[in-house]
């Protein structure tokens, strides 16, 4: 039986009718039309699916869609200001911290939240912040770098 | 995910009375093992009852010599927790390394022991350390509590609220996680109280989480790595997979434990 | 040089879409009136289908149609390369059909598709399809199948698609006769599942109006597809079908083949007149996805008594999998043999390979594709033989490499190497490596209790694939060349249509920089495009490091001949002859005058042809060509990788990780040294931690990341990458790809550091994946067999 659900996302306040059974993120992507969330895998490991649900970080394909009724999320498409990359996108362009894209969002949004715990952080506490995200293309080596950088830019 | 009925209760009773009514109800905590079940269609409950706004079941205090900490409560919440962080800072470090960072946003401290997963970091914690698993029925000791593979003590319906973890003299844990899911292979909680001195290892046993009395023993007399380091664990009895064998799991015990209890101090 | 010009650290402009959640992926396009395809795969390694029951599925909710393999009789999948056994013979093809219908033979075969208004209902109604299975044994192992026991094609004798040898066994056996030294290796190169992030989708539409189909799908090579499928399986004629392979996740070859469910989803929507979606579960990715490498290896290595190579003999049995995959067979023979006498002078090899069916899923070309086959097994080779005549790492490896003033230098096996400078590369290498520094740093390592290793990989690889002459002697099914069409328009920017597919290589941006700089304009009036046979003339794809060496060829012939017609339409307007008409930075300029006319003004010219006289000027700039290589092209590089070892837990941690490579000219630095870290962590990630693990009945025991350690980024280093350039002699860019280097030289530079950092617990050998608890095993078995002694 479809329930009503509703939550804020990237600021706007938006409803739907879902299955139960529905998660975060095909709420996201099939009812929104959000698709800058990924799904990367079906045992809530590769982190593509990262969004802040009230400001932490949350795997959306770990997450309900009606445990996320009443929240506030955002996602890779609210970060930046209009034309204006949010401080952690523009790094990892910047550093060239992504290849294919797809484990990108995740890796932002999952970036800015270590970010919020840890403001300056090592690179080993940035290596063993992105124990929830797989990334194939880049070694990791230049997404390090961009957090570094990004997380410099966002303490300003 | 099979179709299912969800509920989201406002107090414990409502709860449990909605697991109780269910063809076969499920409690949702925080939702990182039940939910990649559910995907995988492993299980098809007819009803999951969600204890997100139970606000009861939420927080951290320090009571006398103990530390009282809320079922629903985070992982990060008890990893970032200033009371634990300074009267158990093994919990606390424990908490810090279980999963990924989103799962310590979103996982529970009582969904991971009511699940009693086998390779599961707190239910060695709970077992070292002598705690006590509060319920919406009882009080139930952690010697009780972990009954086998994903088994507890737990009835239908009944509703981990709380976990009263004694203040220990010294503690440590030490995991040597599985490299692909990071679960614990071999995890050993050790933890000294008194004259007492329990070992705990989660990952390794086919039922589950288990204490070395000879280790205990050992430490009791002598607090140091070198009593126990001409202990083996025998491998009879423990997990064997394309990660390690039961031999390796034996052998990782015994370092897991004199690297604990180096660690301890 | 420019700041977007070539050799320009250009940031790229790809990426402002993906940061922004914008890219599109297949997942992200959806159809009106779509349905959802779920796959009904087999349980069983290996069984005989007795009936399908599809009546309960059919009823339920939701449910568009099932159709089985009955239902969908259509062609194989096609194998692209046809090798021929050692008497000539050529090899064994087995029917590949879509959807199976008389027995499944791995685990995750196709056995019927439900179609759906949901992806849900789709799923609840595949539990519903009854297949009744009659069980057979199953062959997983290699050793065990070429017995021919059981077959999984009851057609192919002894479960052996071809037995193929290249290089001279009588001059190779006679120079073992003549060895003072043999050092011998069995080696197992381990299975590995590519895991791009983009798990593989296909969503096929069909107009019944136009009778057009339509087939996006996840792909490193859309005209492949489109020719494979069309073709081959469905009888498609190309002006009617399009394939369309936007955003990809990630390829690392596995999406460069025809898969069956590309078929399932294009036919289906045909004949239901409606989308049909598919997209994989990771679990099914794991199942389905072509798997990479997978060989196990004999080999021998003579030398004289100065530790100089006279001969290498190679015997390999390389797993097929259950059916041959679309470059399957030219994996272990063509990219793997051909390499075998590596950066040395070693002037006899003599190889033989037996290709292998096994009841486990397709293996095919995973990045690197036979090079990291070839490189390991050389370079474990060479490291034992060092440590067997006491002849150092860095010594053994000089006394044999070929010398920089030998090339252009033909290999006893076949190929040519245009290039190189294998000594400047290692050279380089060890610097970047403070090589000098090792002993202190293992001394430090030894007071914490770890021990510490170092371990050396020089290599060199065959890529920019390929000649189509050569492969096509060689059994190659298509021609490998590469095309590109530089469409100018009229206020001067340029489209860009390439046949190289981008899954995350940068092409819009190095792409860019070569057309800006060839045509003088700036960096942003250049757009590329690809991925859609409706818009790019043809392509054969991205693979093989292939798509700067020849797509990137292709380009500067394109914009080449642009100039060249740029200059007829400048000749005419500056009334000059065409012979005196000069180009140089974007401007036309009648020379030794001051006659000139920019290269927007000449695109606008173009097309408004007022006064052309017609009969020898069209108007229009628009150019296309097409280039097929004279020769593959050869990085090569130098890896060196230290590691520290936990004794007690058998833990190795890479310490450092030095790769220096030899690319050719590098065009976008950031963009190479991108590629070289991603590939060096598919490397360590094959050393240290990935490997495919079937049971004995064939279920896949590492079928999702739980059991598949992927490469986290705490598992890695940061990468000293650098590189050395000789410039490939057959390109006008002097390129030579830099897509697979990391993966094909890291694996035993890793592993010869894991062997270095052990030897001295009497360990002489240790497999891939080196895990904690291999490792650790190794560590007893030397403790034991010591204390026998």
């Keep these: 039986m479809p329930v009503g659900v509703s939550m804020t996302v990237n600021g706007k306040a938006v409803t739907g009718s879902v299955e139960p059974r529905t998660l975060l993120v095909q709420f996201l992507r099939e009812h929104l039309g959000l698709t800058g969330t990924h799904v990367g895998c079906d045992t809530s490991q590769c982190g593509a699916c990262v969004v802040h649900v009230d400001g932490i970080s949350a795997k959306s394909c770990t997450l309900l869609a009606v445990q996320a009724d009443g929240a506030e999320v955002t996602t890779i498409e609210g970060l930046a200001k209009g034309d204006e990359l949010h401080p952690m996108q523009a790094a990892f362009r910047e550093n060239h911290g992504l290849q294919c894209g797809f484990c990108t969002p995740g890796m932002v949004m999952s970036a800015i939240d270590l970010v919020r715990m840890t403001p300056d952080p090592s690179e080993q506490e940035i290596r063993e912040g992105l124990e929830g995200n797989i990334c194939r293309c880049t070694g990791y080596h230049n997404i390090v770098k961009a957090i570094k950088a990004g997380a410099a830019a966002m303490r300003g | ?265 | 040089m420019s700041e977007t010009g070539i050799g320009a650290a250009v940031r790229r402009k790809e990426d402002r879409r993906f940061l922004t959640g914008r890219g599109t992926y297949v997942d992200d396009i959806n159809r009106p009136n779509q349905t959802w395809a779920v796959i009904v795969r087999s349980p069983h390694a290996h069984a005989r289908i007795k009936s399908i029951d599809t009546s309960a599925a059919t009823a339920a909710p939701g449910v568009v149609a099932v159709f089985t393999g009955a239902d969908m009789q259509v062609g194989g999948l096609p194998c692209g390369w046809q090798i021929h056994n050692k008497d000539g013979s050529p090899m064994l093809e087995p029917p590949h059909p879509p959807l199976v219908s008389d027995k499944v033979r791995h685990v995750g075969d196709q056995v019927a598709v439900v179609i759906a208004e949901t992806r849900s209902q789709a799923r609840d109604a595949a539990e519903l399809v009854a297949v009744d299975y009659e069980m057979l044994p199953a062959v997983i192992d290699m050793r065990e199948a070429i017995k021919g026991g059981s077959l999984v094609h009851d057609d192919v004798p002894n479960n052996t698609c071809y037995d193929w040898e290249l290089g001279d066994k009588a001059a190779t056996d006679e120079a073992f006769a003549k060895a003072a030294h043999v050092t011998k290796i069995d080696i197992v190169n381990n299975r590995l599942i590519p895991n791009a992030m983009e798990p593989r989708a296909a969503l096929g539409e069909y107009d019944a109006a136009s009778g057009d189909y339509t087939l996006y799908t996840t792909s490193q090579n859309p005209h492949v597809i489109r020719l494979l499928m069309g073709a081959f399986v469905l009888q498609i004629p190309e002006h009617k079908l399009r394939v369309y392979a936007p955003d990809v996740g990630g390829g690392f070859g596995s999406k460069i083949f025809h898969y069956a469910e590309e078929a399932i989803v294009t036919w289906s929507a045909g004949k239901l007149a409606r989308p049909v979606k598919w997209v994989a579960d990771r679990s099914e990715s794991f199942q389905v996805d072509a798997h990479g490498r997978d060989h196990v290896t004999h080999a021998e290595l003579a030398l004289d008594k100065d530790g100089k190579f006279l001969g290498l003999k190679v015997s390999t049995l390389a797993n097929m999998g259950a059916y041959l995959s679309t470059f399957a067979s030219s994996v272990p023979t063509y990219l793997y043999a051909t390499l075998l006498a590596g950066v040395y002078t070693t002037p006899a090899v003599y190889a033989e390979v037996r290709a292998v069916f096994t009841n486990t899923g397709p293996v095919d070309a995973y990045r690197g594709a036979g090079r990291p086959e070839a490189s390991y097994l050389i370079e474990r080779l060479v490291d034992r033989a060092a440590r067997e005549t006491g002849i150092s790492q860095i010594d053994i490896r000089r006394r044999n490499f070929i010398p920089a003033e030998a090339f252009p230098y033909q290999t006893p096996v076949a190929l040519q190497y245009d290039s190189g400078d294998y000594n400047a590369t290692l050279d380089e290498a060890l610097k970047r490596a403070d090589f000098d520094g090792f002993a202190a740093r293992k001394a430090e390592a030894a007071k914490r209790g770890k021990v510490r290793g170092i371990g050396f990989s020089t290599y060199v690889e065959a890529c920019g694939i390929a000649p189509s002459a050569v492969a096509g002697a060689l059994g190659a099914r298509a021609g490998l060349y590469e095309s590109a069409e530089i469409r100018v328009h009229p206020t001067g920017s340029v489209t860009v249509f390439t046949g190289s597919h981008s899954h995350g290589q940068g092409h819009e941006t190095t792409f860019a920089q070569i057309v800006s700089e060839q045509l003088g304009i700036p960096f942003d009036n250049v757009d590329i495009s690809h991925g859609d046979t409706s818009k790019v003339q043809f392509g054969m794809g991205t693979y093989g490091s292939r798509s700067l060496a020849v797509g990137g060829e292709a380009i500067i012939r394109a914009c080449n001949k642009i100039i060249d017609k740029a200059k007829k339409i400048a000749a005419h307007v500056l009334e000059a002859s065409e012979a005196d008409i000069e180009f140089k930075d974007g401007q036309f300029t009648v020379a030794g005058t001051d006659k000139k006319m920019a290269f927007g003004d000449v695109a606008l010219t173009a097309y408004v042809p007022h006064n052309f006289p017609h009969e020898t000027l069209e108007p229009g700039l628009d150019e296309t060509a097409f280039f097929d290589p004279l020769n593959f092209t050869f990085p090569a590089g130098c890896h060196i990788c230290e590691v520290e070892v936990d004794p007690d837990t058998g833990v190795v941690e890479v310490a450092n990780f030095t790769a220096v490579d030899d690319v050719g000219r590098v065009i976008n630095p950031l963009i190479v040294e991108g590629q070289i870290h991603g590939g060096v962590a598919q490397g360590v990630g094959q050393a240290l931690l990935e490997g495919c693990v079937y049971d004995a009945d064939g279920q896949l025991l590492t079928g999702s990341y739980m059991d598949y350690c992927m490469p986290r980024a705490d598992d890695l280093p940061s990468i000293n990458a650098g590189t050395t350039t000789t410039l490939c002699k057959h390109n006008t860019l002097g390129v030579k790809g830099c897509g697979e280097v990391g993966a094909i030289g890291s694996p035993p530079a890793v592993i010869n550091a894991v062997v270095d950092a052990l030897s001295e617990l009497g360990v002489t050998d240790v497999p891939m994946p080196a895990t904690p608890q291999r490792v650790w095993q190794a560590i007893q078995a030397a403790k034991t067999a010591a204390a026998a002694e």
Excluded: W
């Design chain 2, 1 to 265: 995910m099979y179709e299912f009925e969800y509920h989201r209760p406002g107090t414990v009773a409502d709860a449990s009375a909605a697991v109780k009514s269910a063809a076969d109800g499920r409690i949702l905590a925080g939702g990182m093992t039940l939910l990649p079940t559910l995907k995988q269609r492993l299980a098809s409950p007819s009803d999951l009852v969600d204890l997100a706004d139970i606000a009861e079941l939420k927080g951290i205090s320090v009571a006398g010599n103990e530390v009282v900490i809320g079922a629903m409560t985070r992982h990060a919440e008890v990893a970032a927790s200033a009371d634990v962080q300074s009267k158990i800072p093994a919990l606390a470090q424990l908490a810090s390394h279980i999963g990924d960072p989103q799962v310590r946003n979103r996982g529970t401290l009582g969904g991971s022991i009511a699940n009693n997963d086998p390779a599961a970091d707190y239910p060695a914690a709970c077992l070292a350390l002598a705690a006590t698993i509060r319920t919406n029925e009882r009080e139930i000791s952690a010697d009780d509590f972990f009954t086998g593979l994903f088994e507890t003590a737990l009835s239908d319906g009944e509703i981990v609220t709380a976990v009263s973890f004694p203040v220990p003299d010294k503690a440590a844990y030490m995991k040597f996680a599985n490299p692909a899911s990071r679960y614990a292979l071999v995890g050993v909680f050790v933890a000294k109280t008194g004259g007492d001195v329990r070992v705990a290892v989660t990952g390794a046993g086919s039922d589950g989480v288990f204490r070395v009395s000879e280790m205990e023993s050992a430490l009791a007399g002598n607090f140091s790595a070198d009593a126990i380091a001409g202990i083996a664990v025998p491998a009879d009895g423990l997990n064997a997979d394309i990660h390690a064998s039961a031999e390796y799991r034996a052998h990782l015990i015994g370092v897991m434990a004199r690297r604990a209890v180096q660690a301890a101090g």
